[in-house]
């Protein structure tokens, strides 16, 4: 049977229509020296032996089925991965430049989305891994998952058995993928009127029962289905209102143990410091230029990940809620942060994240554009790897993610390492084109929020 898309994976891969709500994720990872690139080859090529996708590519399929994986034809290795000597300025600003680059370009959808490239050379000695990967690849989690198979705990690379064997591509048959989309759909239909036969008479009986609480329950389940799928119409900032198709990436760093100890003394957690220290940053921002913030639309993602989900894979919803921007105090404003975050995450609308992804499918393209194209910013956090690790010998310094914009003016993209807090910042320009400051005003936000814990 055909392996379709998650209704969630179908729903960033179809609003890619517009190409400022692509969803390419871009990491980079710095290194001592260079490694040992036989090694670093053979980890991707167990990686791509392991996780079928990283072989294969995406077809569309009949509507209404989502589109399908199915094996590359010609998958080459060695297409995705690269090695290059350093371009000048040969450090991390001259790194970042490529890694803009390849945020800013779409993947050959006739091959599978990821691709990685070593830049040999740096002016230090030292060498970088830039990964650039489509979201339904995998999510933050499932990437830090990923990177422990190709990481070592040492300087000496650890002895791996054979892993999985290459796997067969099947020849593609006339028509089996509109058969397979037509058993898709099929079994949906039959799935729905199965529960709906199921669970029909524990619903009857519990209107019976408790007529109010049920009522109840259904209008807190569709008021909070309405705010997920809610259309924005307009910007809460009113400065950064534009959005275009060029990016700027930039990089700061924050103590981990600070951030941590600010957020507990003002009863949040460190997610809530993280998203109070960017808020922090975009109300100097606004105030630099003279124009009043107070709310401003955020997309966070949520994870939906559970123990026994396999490695890899895309598993996170994205929440739109209202952040306090403009409140001055910092400890006042992770408390609020605190409270909108969990109320977010206890929204009744998750368990049903698939299906709402499901009808938002069926949606024109321009409703899509218009529930994201109007977001703020989006903030995300990603636990990393906690102790120092190793790529093909080479000891990796510091790894910074820069997740998709997705329609916002700015990602901040929170990536931890040893006991760094490393931010990956992916700027719109349209809506911020004086990075600069910007990087200035959210460097500020951030000493605010850690002053907290002095």
Partial sequence: MTEFMRNTDAFTWSMEADPRLRSTVVTVILLDRSPDWHLVRGRFDRVSRELPMFRQRVVNSPPPAPPRWEYAPDFDLDFHLRRISAPQPGNLDGVLEMARLAAMSDFDRARPMWEVTLIDGLDDGGAAVLCKFHHALTDGVGGVQIAMTLFDLTPEPRTLDDGPAEPVVPTAQPLEGYRDAVRYDAGLMSKAVTETVRNAPKLLLNTIRRPLQSVEAAGELAASVYRTVRPVNNTGSPLMKDRTLVRRLGVLEVPMPRLREAAHRSGGALNDAFVAGVAGGLRRYHDKHGVPVG??????????????????????????????????????????????????????????????????????????????????????????????????????????????????AVNVTLLTYVDTCSLGIDVDTGAIPDYEEFHDCLAAGFEEVLALAD
């Fill in 295 to 408: 709310d401003l639309h955020l997309t966070m993602p949520i994870s939906l990940r559970s123990a026994d989900d396999e490695m890899g894979g895309n598993r996170i919803t994205l929440m739109r809620f209202d952040v306090p921007v403009g409140v001055a105090d910092p400890a006042q404003r992770i408390s609020d942060i605190h409270e909108r975050t969990n109320r977010v995450r206890h929204e009744k609308s998750l368990p049903y994240t698939q299906l709402i992804a499901g009808a938002l499918n069926l949606m024109p393209r321009w409703y899509i554009g218009s529930i994201l194209r109007h977001v703020d910013f989006l903030c995300s956090d990603v636990p990393g790897v906690p102790v120092q690790v190793f790529l093909g010998g080479a000891q990796v310094r510091m790894q910074y993610a820069f997740g998709p914009t997705v329609g916002a």
